[in-house]
C-alpha cells in the first residue's frame, strides 16, 4: 500500500515534549500507526475495528 500521500495526524494523547508520539493516518480500509519520532520507520495497519480494541484494552479500567 502506497503511503507517501496519507495524511497523518498525531494523536491526541501524544507528549508534547517530542516523546511517545504516534501519529495516525487513515486509508482505504484501515488506519496506518506510525512512530512519530521515526516517520520512515515501520508502520502498522489495522482495520478501524482492530484499533478501537487495542485502544480499549490499553486503557486503565475505571
Known amino acids: 500500500m502506497?503511503?507517501?500521500?496519507?495524511?497523518w495526524r498525531k494523536a491526541r494523547r501524544s507528549l508534547s515534549?517530542?516523546?511517545e508520539c504516534v501519529e495516525l493516518a487513515g486509508v482505504s480500509?484501515?488506519?496506518?500507526?506510525?512512530d512519530s519520532k521515526n516517520p520512515d520507520g515501520p508502520i502498522l495497519l489495522l482495520t478501524r475495528a482492530a484499533?478501537?480494541?487495542?485502544?480499549?484494552?490499553a486503557a486503565p479500567a475505571r
Open 2 to 7: 502506497d503511503l507517501r500521500n496519507a495524511e
Open 17 to 19: 515534549n517530542g516523546g
Open 29 to 34: 480500509g484501515a488506519v496506518a500507526v506510525r
Open 51 to 57: 484499533l478501537r480494541t487495542a485502544v480499549q484494552s
